[in-house]
């Protein structure tokens, strides 16, 4: 079948560029619920086992598809407009994900916070964050190729590899060969409120459930103790803080 305008309701380039882009997303959104029904169904050892798998192959069937009708060439598995991007523009590019990534965060937020109130909201972000946190551990995992158990040095370079560690501003210290504490110096959502002469977001929740699922995903041997985190009080020099100690038994 071919598409025409009336296939879609919408004539022209634009209709045709818009149905391309709902079609990205669409795809976007199958892939995810795919994820889901696999570890409610199977397990979440087998839902990870089998997005390992159909990660990789996905890329592969995605790009090579693209690469032969939009006329680019594949380098490394990678489209090569992409590769042939000078460093400084890819920083940038990356920046920009990250950024778009908190910015649709805060729109799921606010459309559920708008429609069913704060409460609602707050526990639909706490029930993401157990979700996706743990998710964003296995895809750095799998980009670090880290151990089954990599420890507290694993967990230091993971967490340089969060979107958060690209739109925020953070540093690690207090190290001992058994812990280390982790701070989060800037964080932009607190700062974006303190502008707006607001009160910190009160996160300790839901900071609660993305540092311990992200380090019990990187390795399950990793402890998370919350040193602070709003509303709980802070020095200005950081919004949150965060304990991690390694158990060996």
Sequence with gaps: MSLTPETFGCAGAEGLARLAVDFLHRTAVHHAMWYAE???RLG???AEEALRDAYAKTLDIHFGRLARTLGFEMKKGLPAPLLDLPEEKLRAL???IA???LATDGVWF???EFSSGMD???TCNDACWARFSPFEALSIRRMLDLPERPGLDGLERALALRLY???NKQSIDERTPSDFVFRMNECR????RKRKGLPDYPCRSAGIVEYTTFAHAIDPRIRTECVACPPDPHPDEWSCAWRFTLEEK
Excluded: I, T
């Design 99 to 101: 950024v778009n990534w």
């Design 94 to 96: 990356v920046e920009s």
């Design 120 to 122: 609602d909201a707050r």
């Design 189 to 192: 959502v607190q700062s974006a």
């Design 38 to 40: 696999v570890e409610r």
């Design 110 to 112: 606010q459309a559920v």
């Design 165 to 167: 560690a690209v739109v």
């Design 44 to 46: 979440k050892e087998k």
